[in-house]
């Protein structure tokens, strides 16, 4: 018997192939064409199990626009996309919570896969949100899939969208529930959104070791797995890992992945006696009439209230080299310092450039610009920190750079395994020097706060988004226990309040920081 498994991952709400920069993109992404991939495959195949890993409730303008100006109780558009593709289970992504347990559990509630979630408890200790693992059959032969999650979502996410959930280690929940699937199953598949925290070859750390990924560990240490689908890291990934077929089918449906099983019946026992897995690109691919079909009146309207604008801006917020930004600042940066600072009440600031593919704010400033270059739905914390907190983090934020051949660069780590641009910050309110030549560690230079030497003892408040308030892209100088208070209300939301108040907007070309050789 064969068996073709099928995934897609990290789909952020990308439905159609456009990233909603500029207006009806063709580009090589998004479930539209993933759909056209999935059904080229199912077509061909004896048999077919198709996965999603998650992260699919957000991330998109269209995702955006769903949850938080349709005000939707669940985002149809998305789960009418899901449902012109024969999934049979999904599994929850980390980013799933952004909109608050509500939003979510409508949305598993009106999809047509099965969802299934072992590690995300309620109080009691009994899955919260799904079965652990649910099983299909073909014939007789049992297929098992168990759904795991990332468990720093509970490190990450805005508490009132945890609230009373427990988020234990996929690897317990594996080491849990394999041995029971393993006794009612023949083959064993893991739905995980998580990835690898390990180098594939060598073993060796590939990243911090914090539970945030498992997936190394759990094939590692878990034996009667059969299939490891991933997620989370958006790589693109396919091979074999202690004997196991893995793939991670990278983001935004630009890949699907697939593992071919071929599994014979010995001793009255099944078992897999050969596997292939690869990545197949979509980007190529025209989307599916159907998929497209039923989210068009869904994607008019998002393009429409793209295009409405806010405000004027007198002079330019507009750049063309998002390293030039990061080494420099710029005046939509400041812009964005502002609006925090003003919202928060205090006068010192950090963000993040979170976006590679915009360029900051056109004129006039529309909706569009605001999506597009602010694309997490944060909200944001004030804190009250020491000047050795302050420090702490600049020397953090420092360690993005490098030098090599004599130019500075992004260290790599900022983009293997993961791509994480959004955990170097820029500061407003301090100025600052990175010098990249001197250790890690010792690289800010002369640290001035209204032009005073930044001092240890000094007591400051700061504004930040609520993902690096409880100190996440390890930031462990900021924690809870130094949160003043909250703001519940999206980035984007009070961006676009900002600009409705403030129709002529001054770009501030203000310089606080610099890096240098």
Request: with cysteine; hydrophobic share 35%.
């Amino acid at each position: 018997m064969k068996l073709t498994i099928l995934t897609t991952s990290d789909t952020h709400g990308y439905l159609a192939p456009t990233n909603y920069v500029k207006p009806n993109a063709n580009m090589p992404f998004g479930l539209e064409k993933a759909a056209t991939v999935i059904k080229k495959e199912q077509e061909k195949a004896e048999n077919t199990l198709i996965l999603d890993d998650g992260d699919f409730l957000e991330g998109s303008p269209l995702a955006y626009y769903q949850a938080e100006v349709e005000n939707t109780k669940s985002p149809t558009a998305i789960n009418d996309a899901f449902s012109t593709i024969d999934y049979d289970f999904g599994t929850v992504g980390n980013h799933e919570f952004n909109y608050g347990q509500d939003y979510l559990k409508q949305a598993i509630k009106q999809s047509k896969r099965q969802f299934v979630s072992a590690n995300i408890l309620d109080q009691d200790g009994n899955p919260a949100l799904a079965k652990p693992y649910a099983i299909k059959q073909f014939g007789d032969l049992k297929v098992g899939v168990l759904g795991l999650t990332t468990q720093s979502v509970d490190a990450w996410e805005n508490k009132a969208s945890v609230k009373n959930l427990n988020f234990i280690s996929a690897l317990e929940a594996a080491k849990r529930y394999v041995p029971k699937m393993c006794k009612e199953a023949d083959i064993v598949v893991i739905l995980y959104h998580g990835g690898f925290e390990r180098d594939l070859k060598t073993g060796h750390p590939n990243d911090k070791i914090d539970g945030e990924n498992e997936a190394y560990e759990i094939l590692k240490e878990v034996p009667g797995i059969d299939v490891m689908a991933t997620g989370h890291q958006h790589r693109m990934l396919a091979g074999k890992l202690f004997g196991v077929p893995y793939v991670q089918p990278g983001h935004r449906g630009n890949y699907v992945g697939r593992i071919q099983l071929n599994i014979e019946k010995e001793n009255g026992k099944y078992k897999v006696v050969k596997s292939n897995q690869k990545i197949i690109k979509t980007g190529d691919e025209r989307p599916n009439p159907e998929t497209k079909k039923i989210i068009a009146p869904t994607e008019k309207k998002v393009e429409k209230w793209l295009s409405e604008p806010l405000a004027h801006i007198d002079g330019s917020m507009h750049y063309d080299d998002p390293f030039q930004v990061r080494t420099h600042g710029n005046a939509f940066v400041n812009f964005i310092q502002k609006v925090q600072m003003e919202t928060m009440g205090c006068d010192l600031s950090t963000t993040a450039l979170f976006s590679n593919e915009s360029r900051g704010f056109e004129n006039p400033i529309t909706m569009r610009n605001i999506i597009t270059n602010y694309v997490y739905p944060n909200t944001l914390a004030l804190l009250e920190i020491t000047g050795a907190d302050l420090k702490a983090a600049l020397e953090k934020t420092a360690e993005y750079f490098t030098i090599k051949n004599n130019k500075i660069i992004v260290d790599p780590k900022y983009h293997h395994p993961k791509i994480r641009d959004y955990n170097y910050d820029m500061y407003a309110g301090v100025d600052y020097t990175i010098k990249v030549s001197n250790p890690v560690g010792k690289r800010i230079i002369n640290p001035t706060y209204h032009g005073k030497p930044v001092t240890n003892k000094m007591k400051l408040k700061i504004v930040l988004n609520a993902y690096r308030a409880v100190g996440g892209g390890h930031y462990p100088m900021y924690n809870e226990d130094k949160v003043i208070k909250y703001n519940t209300i999206t980035m984007s939301n009070l961006i676009a309040a900002y600009l409705k108040h403030h129709p002529e907007i001054k770009a501030d070309q203000t310089h606080n920081f610099k890096v240098i050789k």
